[in-house]
């Protein structure tokens, strides 16, 4: 999953489109709200993690200013422990974010409800979710990274990886421990560099080496050839030696399309962010009831790489 930290363009786009004729069933009457929030195992509801409460906007209308909902009474319930806490509103990048002051961490395997109430809105927006079960990313599963390549969790790291090597040598692997069975992944692979003609792609096409200025906005918005996602069900898998249960990913080179440094995002998520994600009107199936939008969970992290020739 930008890392998972900015309301999602679907979402922003979502609460837009309520005013147009063809917006899909259930339709709703006067202002239409939207909840997002993706709770990580280990984590707290932070601004990195935090949840978005947004209204409805006619597109002839639309003022970004007016888009974010900054006096919503936002509730956070263990429904395993009944212990709850309230997020507060936060201004940060422009958007406001409902984050938890006291920084609760969230528990792996721990069911949460979130309650949202609107001034002016009488219906309970609500939604559960379950944290799916602590896993662990391997930035070298196997031990035999050559010193200075591969993955690492520091952003700044300075490793070089050979394109050529990916697939074969620099797997992304979760270790999903002592947990076994059937799980739905959420990856996704962003390059870090900043847009320029410089750039290189790593496999060319007709001659192509090189972006021009025609792909600058497209890149500057997380276009397709800079952010690529992975999104597909998967049963874990024990390896010979190794203790625990594992995911392997060792086929995805084809995602890195640019040499330069990016950031490895590997999550096992709920249904909930699952089916928002891959669904048709995904806004209608995240599990938020009386609004659009997604409640969801994850656990997992993020590595750092850079692809040299």
Same mark, same amino acid.
């Given at each position: 999953m930008k890392r998972l930290k900015h309301l999602p363009i679907l979402l922003l786009a979502l609460v837009i489109m309520q005013s147009c004729e063809n917006t899909s069933q259930p339709r709703f009457e006067g202002d239409t709200y939207s909840v997002a929030g993706l709770l990580v195992a280990n984590q707290a509801i932070s601004l990195e993690h935090p949840v978005y409460v947004t209204r409805s906007s006619a597109i002839e209308d639309f003022d970004p200013l007016q888009l974010f909902v900054f006096d919503a009474e936002v509730l956070i319930r263990d429904l395993d422990t009944e212990a709850e806490f309230q997020l507060q509103p936060a201004l940060d990048e422009m958007k406001v974010k409902y984050i938890d002051p006291e920084a609760h961490v969230l528990q792996p395997e721990h069911?949460?409800?979130?309650?949202?109430?609107?001034?002016?809105?009488?219906?309970?927006?609500?939604?559960? +979710? !379950?944290?799916?079960?602590?896993?662990?990313?391997?930035?070298?599963?196997?031990? !035999?990274?050559?010193?200075? !390549?591969?993955?690492? &969790?520091?952003?700044?790291?300075?490793?070089? +990886?050979?394109?050529?090597?990916?697939?074969?040598?620099?797997?992304?692997?979760?270790? !999903?421990?002592?947990?076994?069975?059937?799980?739905?992944? &959420?990856g996704q692979i962003y390059c870090l560099e900043d847009f320029s003609t410089d750039l290189e792609f790593t496999t060319t096409v007709l001659g192509i080496e090189h972006p021009d200025e025609s792909l600058r906005e497209v890149y500057e918005a997380g276009g397709a050839f800079r952010r690529i996602t992975f999104l597909y069900p998967f049963t874990t898998q024990t390896l010979p030696g190794y203790e625990g249960n594992f995911l392997v990913l060792d086929d995805y080179a084809f995602s890195f399309v640019l040499y330069g440094r990016y950031s490895v995002s590997a999550y096992i998520v709920d249904d909930n962010y699952y089916r928002y994600t891959y669904m048709q009107d995904g806004y209608l199936h995240g599990g938020i009831h009386n609004a659009l939008g997604y409640f969801g969970a994850a656990s997992g992290g993020v590595m750092y790489i850079k692809i040299v020739k």
């Open positions: 069911r949460y409800r979130i309650e949202v109430r609107v001034p002016g809105y009488a219906p309970l927006i609500w939604a559960e +979710t !379950t944290v799916p079960p602590s896993v662990q990313l391997l930035p070298d599963p196997w031990g !035999t990274d050559p010193a200075g !390549t591969g993955y690492s &969790f520091d952003p700044a790291s300075a490793n070089a +990886t050979p394109f050529s090597a990916v697939d074969s040598q620099y797997p992304v692997v979760l270790n !999903t421990g002592a947990v076994s069975g059937d799980f739905n992944f &959420f």
